[in-house]
């Protein structure tokens, strides 16, 4: 069976190269609502992109421990998706997930294998998980920093565990990426980008031909 995985491009800003984005051929398409990050994206401009999204990609909204308030008014928006990129606990990934009613992804963050002792249960209460590497203690961003973590550590995973693959990823390590660990997705953001925030069209075209030219070899 041939190996196809999810693409997603996080951390989009713009109409411009969400456009860029659908054109490529990407799976899904991230948008940060957490106004510390610098690819965050006002209320207004989220509401346009979701809607030049819908029916043409999957939309993603990034929020990180969002309050009851902020989960309705994303769910409102109608996104495909809400990923959870905070110290979310299950038991509040389950009331999320119930509340908006719409699928979530669960960022987790991986820095050694003890970390992956987290794993078992989101599962239970999320819809697709999200590795990527463990931020630093006291950091104000929980991901988008460019650093991989050691992928060695995932040979200790239930292999049944579907999970897509974040942090450090580019286009010249995505394909070494793929053929180590061969998750079910990627997730790329600074990695596409010349700059913090600031997306780069041909940077994300060559991270999904690097993708696609790996797996069809897998």
Same mark, same amino acid.
């Given at each position: 069976?041939?190996?196809?995985?999810?693409?997603?491009?996080?951390?989009?800003?713009?109409?411009?190269?969400?456009? #860029?984005? $659908?054109?490529?051929?990407?799976?899904?398409?991230?948008?940060? /609502?957490? &106004?510390? !990050? =610098?690819?965050? *994206?006002?209320?207004?401009?989220?509401?346009?992109?979701?809607?030049?999204?819908?029916?043409?990609?999957?939309?993603?909204?990034?929020?990180?421990?969002?309050?009851?308030?902020?989960? #309705?008014? $994303?769910?409102?928006?109608?996104?495909?998706?809400?990923?959870? /990129?905070? &110290?979310? !606990? =299950?038991?509040? *990934?389950?009331?999320?997930?119930?509340?908006?009613?719409?699928?979530?992804?669960?960022?987790?963050?991986?820095?050694?294998?003890?970390?992956?002792?987290?794993?078992?249960?989101?599962?239970?209460?999320?819809?697709?998980?999200?590795?990527?590497?463990?931020?630093?203690?006291?950091?104000?961003? =929980?991901?988008?920093?460019?650093?991989?973590?050691?992928?060695?550590?995932?040979?200790?995973?239930?292999?049944?565990?579907?999970?897509?693959?974040?942090?450090?990823?580019?286009?010249?390590?995505?394909?070494?990426?793929?053929?180590?660990?061969?998750?079910?997705?990627?997730?790329?953001?600074?990695?596409?980008?010349?700059?913090?925030?600031?997306?780069?069209?041909?940077?994300?075209?060559?991270?999904?031909?690097?993708?696609?030219?790996?797996?069809?070899?897998?």
């Amino acid at each position: 069976m041939s190996y196809s995985p999810i693409i997603k491009i996080c951390g989009v800003r713009s109409p411009k190269i969400l456009e #860029a984005v $659908i054109e490529t051929g990407a799976d899904m398409v991230g948008f940060v /609502h957490f &106004p510390r !990050s =610098p690819r965050h *994206v006002e209320l207004d401009p989220l509401t346009e992109m979701i809607s030049l999204a819908r029916g043409r990609i999957e939309s993603v909204v990034l929020l990180v421990n969002p309050d009851n308030s902020q989960v #309705a008014e $994303i769910a409102a928006l109608d996104p495909d998706w809400i990923q959870l /990129h905070g &110290p979310e !606990s =299950p038991h509040r *990934v389950d009331a999320i997930r119930a509340g908006a009613g719409i699928p979530i992804l669960k960022a987790i963050g991986i820095g050694a294998s003890n970390d992956l002792d987290q794993i078992g249960p989101y599962e239970e209460v999320c819809d697709r998980l999200l590795l990527d590497a463990k931020a630093p203690k006291n950091s104000e961003l =929980p991901g988008g920093r460019g650093v991989a973590f050691d992928w060695q550590v995932l040979a200790g995973l239930d292999q049944e565990v579907g999970f897509m693959l974040s942090g450090g990823l580019t286009p010249k390590n995505v394909g070494e990426a793929l053929k180590k660990v061969r998750p079910l997705g990627i997730d790329v953001s600074s990695g596409v980008e010349r700059e913090p925030g600031v997306k780069d069209a041909a940077l994300i075209a060559d991270f999904i031909s690097a993708a696609r030219a790996a797996a069809a070899e897998l």
